[in-house]
């Protein structure tokens, strides 16, 4: 993957708009109020932009250590970022952490390879795995993005849907729903052959904007799909083609760490719980890598919402096995706790930039820099200001 480029980088975040600035207030996951963001859902629903991302965060963690190892992106905005990474550098694939499972590559992409091949007389639009707690939503991630590289990662072929395990409450009104990108035109399930023994999926038909032309079970033939109860209680089912692949296979994790990956870390709080989860698990979390950092004070007593502080500290103290002082750095936390801790960008590094070409007006730098004089871990100077 070559050397990491911090200027090819901060471009890219720059090009993909991946930092933004809005007039009006709204609430973080953190409970905290903000006129500017860091959202890395266009990139990583794009197959394209997603690779070129993961060839980003490869160089950065190559650069930090050349050991190989496997990645595993934070729950769920960084799952498609830690699945795509493993893909690509053909490592296991943590599909079950608390079980040390993992997914093998190179069946994964075989398999992909036998869905496209039986399917692409459809000539869909995108492929989306189902249920998302099973290795259905990593096959068909898989075959989505070798769909994309074989089509030269048209925009067409491009989208990259998957399915959450539960809905997103918080954020941008776009990223609440059940998808972590949505499907759109024409789509291929894909569905595990053990949930289709027991369940009818007739809401996957009405999902918005997109027309099912195919569906792929996984781990089932022909005479096995005509006696489900599944199959013959879903009428919509009825007349399309129906496709039948092996199921992937569950794997004991055999190596040595992995790499965390997380999108964006503005308290820490969730990144370090599921890093704090994966060791009680019994796994190596070598180190965690940050796509970027808000560089902000983890939740501060008497200042940001009880329930968050409590969270924080609750997982801080479990993690690190020390009181919690108050607000600290991500970074602080995740050393006191013996994880390694790397952002590959810090806001303040961009905010700037962001906020000249945003052509917004002083009150509203003033607004944000006031933001950071509250929570940020170091003073912000916006252009003008």
């Known amino acids: 993957m070559g050397e990491f480029d911090q200027v090819k980088f901060k471009k890219f975040v720059l090009e993909q708009e991946v930092v933004g600035i809005k007039p009006e207030v709204f609430t973080l ?21 997603l690779y070129e991302l993961a060839k980003h965060v490869i160089a950065f963690n190559w650069n930090v250590d050349d050991k190989s190892l496997t990645y595993y992106g934070v729950p769920e905005g960084a799952t498609k970022i830690g699945v795509v990474m493993s893909h690509i550098e053909s490592s296991p694939i943590l599909k079950d952490p608390q079980a040390r499972k993992t997914l093998n590559p190179d069946e994964l992409t075989q398999i992909a390879g036998n869905i496209i091949d039986k399917t692409k007389s459809l000539d869909p639009d995108c492929f989306i795995g189902y249920p998302a707690y099973t290795p259905a939503r990593e096959l068909g991630l898989i075959t989505q993005f070798e769909w994309a590289k074989s089509h030269n990662f048209s925009l067409e072929k491009s989208n990259l849907p998957m399915f959450r395990t539960v809905t997103k409450s918080h954020g941008d009104e ?4 059940k998808f972590v990108g949505m499907p759109k035109g024409k789509t291929v399930l894909v569905i595990d052959g053990d949930y289709a023994k027991e369940e009818i999926f007739e809401s996957l038909f009405t999902m918005p904007n997109t027309e099912i ?24 089912i009825k007349g399309l083609e129906l496709f039948f692949v092996n199921e992937p296979s569950l794997y004991d994790l055999t190596y040595d760490g992995i790499v965390q990956i997380e999108d964006v870390t503005t308290t820490g709080t969730s990144s370090l719980a599921s890093a704090h989860h994966l ?5 190596n979390v070598v180190r965690q890598i940050a796509l970027s950092n808000r560089m902000e004070y983890s939740p501060i007593p008497g200042l940001d919402d009880d329930a968050v502080v409590e969270a924080f500290r609750k997982i801080y103290e479990s993690a690190s096995g020390l009181e919690y002082p108050g607000g600290m750095s991500v970074a602080q936390a995740f050393t006191d706790s013996k994880f390694p801790y790397h952002a590959m960008l810090n806001a303040p590094d961009i905010l700037p930039t962001v906020f000249k070409q945003s052509g917004h007006g002083p009150e509203l730098g003033k607004a944000i820099q006031e933001e950071f004089e509250t929570y940020g871990l170091q003073e912000l100077k916006l252009g003008g200001q």
């Open 29 to 49: 996951k953190s409970k905290r109020e903000s006129h500017w963001y860091i959202n890395w859902r266009d990139v990583t629903n794009n197959a394209a932009t």
């Open 174 to 177: 776009k990223d609440q729903n």
């Open 213 to 236: 032309v195919g569906v792929v079970y996984t781990g089932l033939n022909t005479k096995d799909a005509l006696t489900l109860g599944a199959f013959n209680k879903t009428p919509q």
């Open 279 to 283: 060791r009680d698990s019994g796994i």
